[in-house]
């Protein structure tokens, strides 16, 4: 029998692979809108700072998103709140992460 204290604490990558998501097909919770002057700094910052990688650049090197493995951290919301270029709600009930605990 193994002790629990004697098991390594699981690495974040393996926490995270716990969580489940179920994606609202066609409705994405988070939505850029772009402006014509270009992204944003704090736009582009998601994607070094989004947790689960939803933000990247495209080939015409602007900022998009693919919201679908969202933690709902609301980081991005934060982060572009004054630039007014996410619009961000919680995913309908029932979508969404669902997080494993424990
Ligand atoms: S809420 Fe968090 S996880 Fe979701 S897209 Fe924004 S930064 Fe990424």
Redo the contacts with the bound molecule.
Sequence with gaps: MTDKKDKPAPKMEERLYQNRYQVDEGRSH?QIHQQNKGDSPELQA?TD????G??RLNEAGRVE?V?D?????????IVCQSTGEIE?SYPRGGYGILFKFG
Excluded: D, F, I, N
């Excluded at 700072?49 to 689960?52: D, Q, V």
């Excluded at 493995?69 to 919301?77: H, I, L, T």
């Design positions: 988070v998601m700072l989004c947790p689960a939803c933000y998103v919201a493995g969202c933690m709902e951290c609301g980081s991005c919301r961000w």
